[in-house]
């Protein structure tokens, strides 16, 4: 399959399948919720602990109903219907899918998010230490930086108060996280789904979904690129939302449906080029 047709396609089996949009809403919802009550009520580290072990666990098992629902849309999209009626009911009942991928997925992801945790802490590790010996450290007190992350005008006051050289070094800086950012994003692809389609050991997983990517490489790049401009796109286009409470909401339900799209991109690329 051409990417562009595989862009095309799967802009029609996600509005055939936006359904699949309310579970996401109500999860953020809750997760966002229960955040921000943690935030006014953690005063310790025994409770911040608990507050983080919930949050995981509750993000693997949306993870596991989720994406075997998102699983069930991709198989779906296959079936031939005479009546729309009948593709309507099929696709409502794609939330009963939920509880059964709780089931069979919760431990995989689990395994994911606690996998990619670790990878995540040593490769940023490994870059910091990298670019302490290419870049060098930029010599800023930690009360100074800390009081950067309150407002914006501490951010622009901060920047203005930096040397051209530290300016450059913290530009440095950027561009090496976000270089270890993107190979990341890239290597972690299909990781996802191959959980779901073939591979619910995560660590297994990992391995054979890098592989699948290097064996198409020029369609995975495609398909990296392809989300990644338009990730950008949407967030420049946010930025100005604030602005204007109606566009705001505009621009939410459509990031909504951007997630929607993106996973259901990725779930429908690998069930074309390496399902059975």
């Keep these: ?15 055939e399948n936006i359904i699949l949009a309310t579970p996401l809403v109500v999860f953020m919802w809750i997760l966002t919720s229960y955040v921000s009550f943690s935030q006014q009520t953690v005063n310790s580290m025994p409770l911040l602990v608990l507050s983080s072990v919930t949050v995981i666990v509750m993000t693997a098992a949306f993870f596991g109903g989720w994406f075997y629902m998102v699983k069930k849309a991709v198989k779906l999209s296959k079936q031939v219907f005479v009546l729309d009626a ?14 059964s991928g709780i089931g069979k997925y919760f ?19 490994g870059v910091f230490q990298l670019g302490m010996h290419l870049i060098g450290g930029l010599d800023l007190d930690p009360a100074q930086v800390k009081n950067v992350l309150s407002s ?12 051209f050289e530290q300016l450059m070094k913290l530009n440095n800086w950027n561009m ?20 779901v389609f073939k591979t619910p050991n995560p660590f297994k997983a990992l391995v054979y979904s890098i592989k699948r990517i290097f064996s ?8 990296f690129v392809f989300m990644t401009v338009l990730n950008f ?3 420049f286009i946010n930025t100005f939302s604030i602005i204007n409470p109606i566009l705001y909401f505009i621009m939410l339900v459509v990031y909504f449906y951007f997630l929607v799209y993106i996973v259901m991109l990725i779930f429908l690329y690998y069930d074309r080029e390496f399902g059975e």
């Design 176 to 195: 090496l996280f976000l270089a270890a950012t993107t190979i990341l994003s890239f290597l972690f692809m299909l990781w996802i789904p191959e959980i």
């Design 233 to 235: 796109v949407l967030s």
């Design 107 to 125: 431990l995989p992801y689990l395994g994911l998010i606690l996998c990619s945790l670790a990878i995540i802490v040593v490769v940023c590790a």
């Design 152 to 163: 914006a005008v501490d951010m622009k006051a901060f920047l203005d108060s930096l040397s």
């Design 86 to 99: 009948d593709r309507a009911k099929a696709t409502f009942n794609l939330i009963n899918y939920i509880p």
């Design 1 to 15: 399959m051409s990417m562009r047709k595989l862009f095309r396609e799967t802009v029609k089996i996600t509005n």
């Design 216 to 223: 198409k490489p020029m369609k995975s790049f495609k398909l």
